[in-house]
Each structure stands twice: as structure tokens, then as C-alpha cells.
């Protein structure tokens, strides 16, 4: 194992600033945000950023520590689920994450524009809680 903790800090500091500008974002009303395109496109992006770096986080886990790879980008959210790095119920509902980013991202169906951003404002304290227990798994490695 290569385990680097400055590629996780370095990581979680990167998701941290999209998490940031997701935060900056929803100061806003809902109505504002849905009447301008601009405002929502940018919400739907750091979205998805804040979610590829979590797959890179999940992924290099999976890599380094040795763990059965997964086959989609939900899966890797139960790897680490299994494998005590996150627990069990907090993966479970982190991994639907990976559907609704490929959902904006490669539009295989319509999003609801409202519905996503009321589901990431109920959710986005998730966010913080999985930067929080990356970092405590990472600094608990020597």
C-alpha cells in the first residue's frame, strides 16, 4: 500500500471549495436560482465536481488499500461502506449521488430542476460529513 495522505488532504481541500461555491449558491431562494439559467447551470456543476472528487477520493481507496474494484461509480461509495472507511447507512445514501451526476452530466433524462435542488439542500450537509470522515480515516493512517 501507497497510501498518500496529502493526495486525500489535497483532494478534500478541492472538494471543499466546490462545496464552498455550492454554499454561496443557495443563498439564494430556489426561485431565483430556477429563473436564472446561468445561476443553476453553475450550481449543477459544482455539483458535479464536488461529486467527481469524491469518486476520485472513493476510487483511490479502492486502489490503494487493496479493495475489490467496483463496477459503476455508486458501487464505490458500498466498497468503502464494507470496508469501515465510511459506515454502512452513510454510504447507502451517499451512492445515489453518482446517478443524479451522470444524470446532469451526460442528460440521459431530464433532472428536475426544482427537486434537485431541494434534494441538495436537505442533503448537502452530507457533503461536510464525508470530507469529515476521509479526513478522520486519513489522519488515522500512518
Known sequence: MTFEKKFIISKLNELEGYVKELDMLLERDDAVILKNVETLRAAEKDFQLAVDTMLDI????????????????????????????????FAVKLAPIAGLRNRLVHRYEAVNNKQFLEDLRKNFSDFRNY??????????KK
Open 131 to 140: 470530507e469529515k470522515v476521509i479526513l478522520n480515516y486519513a489522519e488515522s
Open 58 to 89: 472513493n476510487q483511490y481507496f479502492i486502489k490503494e488499500l487493496g479493495l475489490p474494484v467496483s463496477d459503476d461509480f455508486q458501487s464505490t461509495f458500498y466498497a468503502l461502506g464494507e470496508n469501515a472507511i465510511l459506515s454502512k447507512e
